[in-house]
């Protein structure tokens, strides 16, 4: 499924990056960029038959891998504010003949009803958006999730020094402090479960388990 429609948001929205996001993904993970999804989904902890949400899913890299480890009785959603990443998605799920639910929608004003999600992944997402809508988009994520669902957030940290030459180029995005991540989930009723490096370039991880009333 994929909307027309494209949203107003407050976050960065890769609308031209979307041809070539999977290329610098790449390049980003110095090519382990589908190592990278797998990680992710170990972390997540995944299972078969849970339904799966990923916030800011770009080209579906993810949200295919996932629906891969939840199996036929699971169901994977994915959303992006680009509708040119959505199309690359879809594009992609429709090659692979891959089940994915693909659509245009911005992090502050999921399209989905309270308490839908055992699983809500944002991943390389959190660095595009401004400080007031990480905020935003944690408590989202926090209204689509089952008491005791997960999180998984990840994203790049800032390098230990500045780097020199054509990678420094490539790797000009943001990143977010790990401390920052931590206190989000927690003002918004999460408790930590686990943290730290992916392992894989400057990217570290959060999972945390919603506590919230039912």
Same mark, same amino acid.
């Given at each position: 499924m994929m909307t027309d429609s494209t949203p107003a948001t407050k976050g960065l929205v890769l609308r031209s990056h979307a041809r070539y996001y999977d290329v610098v993904v790449r390049l980003l993970?110095?090519?382990?960029?589908? !190592?990278?999804? /797998?990680?992710?989904? /170990?972390?997540?902890?995944?299972? $078969?038959? /849970? =339904? =799966?949400?990923?916030?800011?899913?770009?080209?579906?890299?993810? !949200?295919?891998a996932a629906k891969a480890r939840v199996g036929a009785g699971g169901t994977v959603h994915g959303i992006d504010a680009s509708k040119e990443m959505i199309e690359q998605a879809s594009r992609k799920a429709q090659r692979r003949r891959v089940s994915v639910d693909f659509r245009v929608a911005t992090v502050e004003a999921l399209p989905f009803p309270d308490r839908s999600f055992?699983?809500?992944?944002?991943?390389?997402?959190?660095?595009?958006? $401004?400080?007031?809508?990480?905020?935003?988009?944690?408590? /989202?994520?926090?209204?689509?999730?089952?008491?005791?669902?997960?999180?998984?957030?990840?994203?790049?940290?800032? $390098?230990?020094?500045?780097?020199?030459?054509?990678l420094a180029h490539v790797h000009r995005h943001g990143s977010v402090k790990v401390e920052e991540v931590c206190e989000l989930l927690v003002s918004s009723a999460f408790r930590m479960q686990e943290s730290g490096d992916?392992?894989?370039?400057?990217?570290?991880?959060?999972? !945390?388990?919603?506590?919230?009333?039912?």
């Amino acid at each position: 499924m994929m909307t027309d429609s494209t949203p107003a948001t407050k976050g960065l929205v890769l609308r031209s990056h979307a041809r070539y996001y999977d290329v610098v993904v790449r390049l980003l993970t110095l090519g382990h960029g589908g !190592a990278l999804h /797998e990680r992710f989904v /170990e972390l997540a902890r995944l299972a $078969p038959d /849970e =339904v =799966v949400l990923d916030v800011g899913c770009g080209t579906g890299s993810l !949200a295919l891998a996932a629906k891969a480890r939840v199996g036929a009785g699971g169901t994977v959603h994915g959303i992006d504010a680009s509708k040119e990443m959505i199309e690359q998605a879809s594009r992609k799920a429709q090659r692979r003949r891959v089940s994915v639910d693909f659509r245009v929608a911005t992090v502050e004003a999921l399209p989905f009803p309270d308490r839908s999600f055992d699983v809500v992944s944002s991943t390389l997402m959190l660095h595009h958006l $401004p400080p007031l809508l990480r905020r935003a988009c944690v408590v /989202e994520i926090a209204r689509v999730l089952r008491p005791g669902g997960r999180v998984l957030i990840a994203d790049f940290q800032a $390098p230990p020094r500045r780097r020199k030459g054509w990678l420094a180029h490539v790797h000009r995005h943001g990143s977010v402090k790990v401390e920052e991540v931590c206190e989000l989930l927690v003002s918004s009723a999460f408790r930590m479960q686990e943290s730290g490096d992916v392992g894989v370039g400057d990217l570290h991880f959060t999972v !945390a388990t919603w506590e919230g009333n039912q």
